[in-house]
Each structure stands twice: as C-alpha cells, then as structure tokens.
C-alpha cells in the first residue's frame, strides 16, 4: 500500500514569495489534514479536509494561507506571501473516517520550508 | 494553552535497560491517547494508543499506561534498542466536537538510546 506522498521535500524561499505545497493522501482514506511542526514544537493542525470540503482550518492564517482538495483526492497548500516565521516543515496526514477513526494519522515525510 | 505536555525535551537511556517517557494532559474530553514516532527527515509514525477507558496496553516492547485521575500516561519501551532513538509525541484526540475529532500533540521527547 503506497504511503502518503508529498513534494517538494525542500524549500527554500525569500520573505514576500509565495510557495505550494502538495499531498496525495492514501487511497481510500477520505480524511486529509496538513499541520505545521516548528522546530522544537509538536504538529499543529491547520486544515482538515473531508472528501473535499473543510471540516476545520480554525488555525489556519487565512491571509497568507490557502489549500484546497480539489476532487477529494490530492490536495494543494499555499503560502503567499511568507513570513520569517513560516519557517517549518509542512506535513500531510490522512485517515480513515467516521467510526474507525481513532486518531491514528499516516503521515507523509514532509515538506521542510525555509523562508529567508 | 498547551493540552498536551511532554515535560521532558530530552532522554538518554542505555541499551537494554527501560525508557520511561511522559506525558501530562488537561483536557477532560480527550478520549483516545497515541503516540507517534519521529525519525530524522521522516513523518511521525503511529507507535501505539490507549483508549480513555483503560488503564493499560501492551504491543511487544511497548506498553502505554494511562492514569486518568492524574491526567498522565505514559510510554514504556523494554528492553530499549538503538532503533528506538527517535523524538516520541505524545497526542490525545478531543471529543466534543462529535464529527470533527481533534488531535492535539505534544511538543516531543528526543529518546536516545547509547549502546
């Protein structure tokens, strides 16, 4: 079973650039999140898809920040325009829904972000 | 407001002998407690998980023990190998949302076993 898949694994940006970031979930898994893990920081949620519509992005700075899962499958995460402080990996999850869902995520390896 | 607390950055253990990591909680309508594992360059792993409703559960070398009064569980790995070296989170899903169940991790243990 193919894992979550994210790229690019690198970024390097200046402040003011923007940058995306993209997630293919596993398959069958309706459920998609992307949190944000700063150095030395436990992952933060910052948006949550079911199929492709938003359960929450209570987190998510909407002003710079934007993501979409278009066709309840793969989804895109934007940046525009960053901050010195968006500096983090950015990690895509999926899971299983509804009653089945115990809170157990499978991650995808990340897309670290560098923001000079 | 930190929900979820690991008290302790780091962790040396040597090999062969028991890690003891820690987590805090202050949630009372967390229902469902994990730990993940974080290699280097890697995302967190699902490692283990104990439902609100027991106090014990058991998977190999690790076992996850869970007190409610105290709002603390915590991670046993025995005996601890090299491979374990990793950062442990602790997370705790949030139920009263009914529909939109929240995940709240911990900032992280960094367990290094020394051979």
């Known amino acids: 079973e193919a894992g979550v898949a994210q790229s690019p694994r690198y970024k390097i940006i200046e402040k003011r650039q923007s940058v995306a970031f993209w997630c293919n979930p596993i398959s069958g898994h309706a459920t998609l999140y992307w949190y944000q893990q700063i150095l030395g920081q436990g992952p933060k949620l910052l948006i949550q898809f079911q199929n492709n519509g938003v359960v929450d992005d209570s987190q998510l700075p909407k002003d710079r920040f934007s993501a979409e899962r278009l066709k309840g499958v793969d989804s895109t995460l934007k940046i525009q325009p960053a901050k010195l402080e968006d500096s983090a990996v950015y990690l895509c999850?999926?899971?299983?829904?509804?009653?089945?869902?115990?809170?157990?995520?499978?991650f995808g390896e990340g897309s670290r972000l560098t923001v000079l | 407001d930190q929900q979820v607390k690991q008290n302790s950055p780091s962790l040396s253990v040597q090999e062969g002998r028991i890690s003891i990591l820690n987590c805090d909680y202050t949630n009372s309508m967390f229902d469902y407690f994990l730990w993940y594992k974080k290699y280097p360059a890697e995302g967190p792993t699902f490692l283990i998980s104990i439902s609100s409703i027991k106090d014990k559960n058991e998977d190999g070398r690790f076992t996850v023990f869970l007190n409610k009064s105290a709002k603390h569980l915590s991670l046993h790995i025995v005996p601890s190998q090299p491979g374990d070296s990793a950062v442990y989170f602790c997370?705790?899903?949030?139920?009263?949302?009914?529909?939109?169940?929240?995940?709240?991790f911990g900032t992280g243990t960094r367990l290094t076993i020394i051979p």
């Open positions: 999850a999926s899971s299983l829904e509804g009653w089945r869902y115990t809170g157990e995520l499978f």
């Open positions: 997370a705790a899903r949030d139920i009263s949302n009914f529909g939109n169940e929240k995940l709240t």
